[in-house]
């Protein structure tokens, strides 16, 4: 029987796209930052938000899940995204996906609970700067005013017709993440790029 295990390092959906994303932030002088946050970890956690295993999940994670929809609560090394009345999306640091998951599944008990690693489903792109919003703004019908959408709030949604998990960061100058499946990554930072033209 052939050995299955993996033998290379995993590589993101855009490592070949860097240096492009980096000379634009260059050449933007400020405007716009570009970047790949690769190979974070991403776990979907599904449960009964009103029970005690809820509770109990965010003890084990040192944060409360968010309740109040579309909302993200983060400490410094965990962000957990608010995605239905019953689901999250929690977002660490690479590797630490298992870790995440037995940490949820233990604080559970024998609640009825889903955990699923989905690390591999989506990258995660930086857009920051003080023209982000403007550049996310051609090619997403949210209104990412401060306002309407500030710090600390996220929403599926499209950008560019691409679905995304779209996320305005807490800190400041922080900018926004935008999770897009790993198999449209590519296309996403060429519309990204090409709407950022104007800013170069």
């Known amino acids: 029987m052939a050995d299955t295990a993996l033998t290379a390092p995993p590589r993101s959906p855009l490592a070949h796209a860097r240096h492009r994303l980096a000379a634009a932030t260059r050449t933007s002088g400020g ?17 009964d938000a009103k029970g005690p295993a809820a509770d109990a999940v965010g003890l084990a994670l040192g944060l409360q899940l968010p309740l109040e929809p579309n909302t993200v609560v983060r400490t410094r090394e965990l962000t ?9 999306l929690l977002v660490g640091q690479p590797d630490t996906q298992r870790d995440l998951e037995s940490r949820v599944r233990a604080a559970a008990g024998d609640a009825h609970v889903s955990v699923t690693d989905v690390s591999a489903q989506r990258t995660t792109l930086l857009v920051a700067g003080p023209r982000a919003g403007d550049l ?51 296309y996403l930072t060429d519309w990204l790029l090409d709407a950022a033209t104007e800013y170069l």
């Open 136 to 186: 996310l703004a051609h090619g997403c019908s949210l209104d990412l005013h401060p306002r309407a959408f500030g710090p600390g709030r996220c929403a599926q949604t499209t950008l560019g017709r691409t679905q995304v998990v779209l996320v305005a960061r807490d800190e400041p100058g922080g900018g926004f993440w935008v999770l897009v499946r790993s198999s449209f990554a590519g």
């Open 80 to 88: 957990a995204l608010w995605l239905g009345p019953d689901e999250w």
């Open 31 to 47: 405007a716009v930052r570009l970047a790949e946050l690769p190979l974070l970890a991403q776990v979907g956690v599904r449960l």
